[in-house]
C-alpha cells in the first residue's frame, strides 16, 4: 500500500477536566473512503476539528503524506491540502454554483473577476466528478435539491486542490435517491485519488462505499478494519462498545 | 465546440434562448420586470389624465426630479444587499450639505468645501459600519441614533434661521443648467459604445474560455435598443422646452451624465469585483462567507461608506435642485429611498437585488410624485398611492418568489 494521506498516532485531546481523545489513531490512504463511525460523545467531530486546523490537539504526532505536520490553524490544514465539508455545507443560496465553487478564491484577470475561466474549471470539477443532474452551473444555488447541494460542497473542495477531503455526516436529511447519488459521487472522489474521511451514523452507507471503517468509542479508537474483512455485527459491537479490541 | 457536457445557460439560438428566459420569468425571476410594469402603466394613467404631464418640459423635469431619489436608493442598495439598513443616510447628505454651504459662505473654495463634506460622509459610514461589525449593534439602532442626532447637528451649523441659500452656481448648475445640444449626442453615443464594447468583451473572454457564448443577435438587439430609447429621450431633450416665447431651454440636464457615470461605476464594481461578490455573498450567508476566509466586517464597514459616500451625492443634487439646504434636510426622503429599492425587487433580507432596479423603483416613485401633483390631487393622496404601490411591488415578489419554491424571506 502507498504512503498514507493522513497518519494520526496517540492523538490526545481534552476540554478541561474531560479527556475527548484519549490517544486516537487513524490512517487514510489516498483513493480509499476512510468511514469514522461511533456513537454521540465518541469523539468524531472533535477528531475531525483537530484535522481541520479549528481546534488543535494537546499531544499526538500526525503525518501527512509521510512528513510530519503541524496543524495549528484552519490555513494550515487548507495549505496541506485538507478540505472539510460541514454538514451545514455554508453554500450561499443567493449565488450561482460557479460563484459558490469559487467564493474566496475569486481569480481576476484584466481587473475584472474572470467569470469564464472560473465557470470553464467549475464545469470541469462538476464533470470530473460525473455529475450530471444539475440543469446549468449557473443556476443558483437556492434551486438546487439536498443532494445537489451536497455535490456542489464536494466539487468545491476538488477546486482547492485537496488531497484529504473530510465529509461529515454527507447522506444526513438525504432520500434514498440523492442518498444513492451523493455515495456515488463519494466514491468517485476516491476512485480519483482524494483521500477521503467519511463521518457517518449510517451503516448501511458505511458499507456501500467505505474500504475501511474507524471505530471510535469514548474517545478511543478501538478499531480500524477493512470492510471486506468485517460484518454489520461486528462493528455495531464496537460502537456499542460490547466488543474490545484497542489497536489495529 | 468545447470539451464541457454540462450547461452554462449560454447555449443554443436567439430563439431557445428567449424561451429559456420566458421560463425563467414563470419560475419568478422578475427583476425588474414588476417595477418596469409599473412604470410604463403609471406614465400611460398619467398621460391620459393630465394634458401636461407629457410635455417635453414635464418629461425632462421627471428625470431631474428623480435623480435625488435615484442616487439615495442606489446609496441604499449597498447595505440592504447585506441585509443592513441605514435610516441615516438622508440626514448624513443632509448634514454634509449644511456644512458645504457655511464654509461656501465663509469664502472656502467650493471644491475644497465639497471634498470636507464628501470625507464627513465617508467618516459618519465608517463609523456606521464599525459599529454594526466589529460591536454589533443592530443597523437599525445604530443609523437611527444617527438620524436622531445628525438634524441637531445640522441646526447648530446653520444657525438660528435654520435654513441657508446655495451661492455655489457650479453646484446650481448640476441641476438647472443643461449640455449644449451636441453633448447629448455625444453621451448617447458613448453609451451605445459602452453598451456595444462591454458585450463584446465578455463574450471575447468567454469564446477564449472555449464557453458556448450567446448569439451576437442579443448585443445587436440590446445595442439597439440603447440607441433608440437613449436616442427619443435626447432627441426630446434638445427640443425647445420653455413654456415662454422670450427664453429659450434645450438640452440634456448636466445632472444625467454624472448620474450615469456614478451609477455605472457603482454596477461595475457590484458585478465584476471581488468586493460586489462579497457583498452578495455576505448578505446570503455570513457564516458561508467567513468560512470561505472573506473578512465580513471589512465589507460591512466598507457597505456603510460607499453608501454615506453616495448617499452625499445625492446631498449635493439636492441642495442643487432647490437651491438651499434647511436642518430638516434629507429627513424624509430616506424612506422613500427604501421603498425605491423594495419597489425594484431589493431585497429587504440582503444579498438579492440589482443596482439599475433600483434606480428604476426610484423612477416610479418620482413618477408618482410628479403625476398626482400634475392632475391637482391633495399631497395626502401622493402618500397614499406611494405607500400602496410599495406594498403591491413587495407582495408581487414574494408571491413570485414562493412560486419558485424558495422560502419567503430568505430569497
Redesign the interface.
Known amino acids: 500500500m502507498s504512503i498514507p494521506t493522513v497518519q494520526l498516532s496517540g492523538v490526545k485531546k481534552s476540554f478541561g477536566p474531560v479527556d475527548v481523545l484519549k490517544g486516537v489513531d487513524l490512517v487514510a490512504y489516498p483513493g480509499q473512503v476512510t468511514a469514522l463511525v461511533g456513537d454521540n460523545g465518541a469523539g468524531k467531530s472533535t477528531l475531525i476539528k483537530g484535522l481541520a486546523g479549528v481546534q488543535p490537539y494537546d499531544e499526538g504526532e500526525v503525518l501527512f503524506e509521510g512528513h510530519p505536520a503541524k496543524l495549528h490553524t484552519p490555513r494550515e490544514a487548507s495549505s496541506l491540502g485538507i478540505e472539510v465539508v460541514?454538514q451545514?455545507?455554508?453554500?450561499?443560496?443567493?449565488?450561482d454554483i460557479v460563484?459558490n465553487m469559487f467564493?474566496?478564491?475569486?481569480e481576476?484577470s484584466?481587473l475584472?473577476?474572470?467569470?469564464?475561466?472560473m465557470?470553464?474549471q467549475a464545469?470541469?470539477a462538476?464533470?470530473s466528478l460525473s455529475?450530471?443532474t444539475?440543469?446549468?452551473?449557473?443556476?443558483k444555488v437556492?434551486?438546487l435539491s439536498g443532494g445537489q447541494r451536497q455535490t456542489v460542497a464536494i466539487a468545491r473542495t476538488v477546486l482547492r486542490s485537496a488531497k484529504l477531503v473530510i465529509l461529515d455526516e454527507p447522506t444526513a436529511a438525504l432520500g434514498v435517491a440523492q442518498t444513492e447519488q451523493v455515495l456515488n459521487l463519494v466514491r468517485r472522489l476516491a476512485d480519483q485519488g482524494y483521500a477521503v474521511i467519511m463521518i457517518s451514523h449510517n451503516l448501511a452507507d458505511v458499507f456501500k462505499v467505505a474500504d475501511s471503517i474507524a471505530v471510535l468509542y469514548l474517545g478511543n479508537m478501538v478499531a480500524q478494519l477493512k470492510t471486506k474483512e468485517t460484518t454489520y455485527n461486528d462493528v455495531i459491537g464496537y460502537i456499542t462498545g460490547i466488543k474490545q479490541q484497542v489497536g489495529e | 465546440m468545447?470539451d464541457?457536457?454540462?450547461?452554462?445557460?449560454q447555449e443554443g439560438s436567439t430563439s431557445e434562448q428567449f424561451k429559456a428566459y420566458f421560463s425563467r420569468l414563470r419560475a419568478g425571476e422578475m427583476g425588474a420586470l414588476p417595477a418596469v410594469g409599473a412604470l410604463v402603466f403609471l406614465g400611460g394613467l398619467f398621460a391620459a389624465l393630465s394634458p401636461f404631464f407629457l410635455t417635453l418640459i414635464n418629461f425632462t423635469n421627471l428625470f431631474v426630479q428623480s435623480a435625488t431619489l435615484m442616487m439615495l436608493s442606489a446609496a441604499l442598495v449597498f447595505v440592504l444587499l447585506l441585509g443592513e439598513i441605514d435610516l441615516s443616510a438622508g440626514v448624513t447628505a443632509g448634514t454634509g450639505m449644511a456644512i458645504f454651504v457655511q464654509l461656501t459662505k465663509g469664502g472656502m473654495n467650493w471644491v475644497l468645501a465639497l471634498i470636507l463634506a464628501f470625507i464627513l460622509g465617508i467618516f459618519i459610514g465608517w463609523v456606521i459600519g464599525t459599529f454594526v461589525a466589529r460591536i454589533g449593534v443592530p443597523s437599525f439602532v445604530v443609523s437611527l441614533a444617527f438620524y436622531l442626532a445628525l438634524p441637531g447637528v445640522m441646526l447648530m451649523v446653520l444657525g438660528d434661521g435654520g435654513i441657508l441659500r446655495v451661492e455655489v452656481p457650479e453646484i446650481l448648475a448640476i441641476m438647472n443648467n443643461n449640455l449644449p445640444l451636441w453633448g447629448g449626442w455625444v453621451l448617447l453615443a458613448i453609451c451605445a459604445a459602452t453598451t456595444f464594447a462591454m458585450g463584446l468583451w465578455?463574450r471575447a473572454?468567454?469564446l477564449?474560455?472555449?464557453?458556448p457564448a450567446r448569439p451576437l443577435t442579443f448585443l445587436y438587439i440590446k445595442t439597439v435598443g440603447v440607441i433608440v430609447l437613449g436616442g427619443v429621450t435626447v432627441y426630446l431633450m434638445n427640443q425647445n422646452r420653455s413654456q415662454s416665447s422670450i427664453l429659450q431651454i434645450t438640452g440634456v440636464p448636466i445632472v444625467i451624465p454624472i448620474a450615469l457615470a456614478i451609477l455605472f461605476v457603482a454596477t461595475f464594481s457590484l458585478d465584476?469585483?471581488?468586493f460586489g461578490?462579497y457583498l452578495?455573498?455576505v448578505?446570503?450567508?455570513p457564516?458561508?462567507?467567513r468560512?470561505?476566509?472573506?473578512k465580513v466586517a471589512r465589507i460591512r464597514t466598507t457597505a456603510f461608506i460607499i453608501c454615506s459616500s453616495l448617499a452625499m451625492v445625492s446631498g449635493v443634487f439636492n441642495i442643487s435642485r432647490i437651491g438651499n439646504v434647511e436642518s430638516n434636510a434629507g429627513k424624509s426622503i430616506v424612506l422613500s429611498g427604501v421603498a425605491a429599492a423594495v419597489v425594484g425587487g431589493v431585497s429587504l433580507f440582503g444579498?438579492?437585488g440589482r443596482l439599475a432596479h433600483a434606480a428604476i423603483g426610484a423612477f416610479v416613485i418620482s413618477i408618482i410624485d410628479n403625476g398626482l401633483g400634475l392632475i391637482g390631487m391633495p399631497a395626502g393622496i401622493n402618500f397614499i398611492v406611494t405607500g400602496s404601490v410599495l406594498l403591491i411591488a413587495a407582495t408581487i415578489d414574494a408571491l413570485a418568489r414562493k412560486r419558485?419554491?424558495?422560502s419567503l424571506l430568505?430569497?
Open positions: 460541514y451545514d455545507l455554508a453554500l450561499c443560496d443567493n449565488l460563484q467564493l474566496g478564491r475569486e481576476v484584466q475584472t473577476l474572470d467569470e469564464s475561466s465557470e470553464y464545469a470541469l462538476l464533470q455529475v450530471k444539475v440543469k446549468s452551473v449557473r443556476q437556492s434551486s | 468545447s464541457l457536457t454540462l450547461k452554462t445557460g465578455d473572454r468567454r477564449k474560455a472555449k464557453l465584476r469585483t471581488r461578490r452578495y455573498a448578505g446570503g450567508n457564516e458561508a462567507a468560512r470561505a476566509g472573506i444579498g438579492r419558485s419554491g424558495g430568505r430569497l
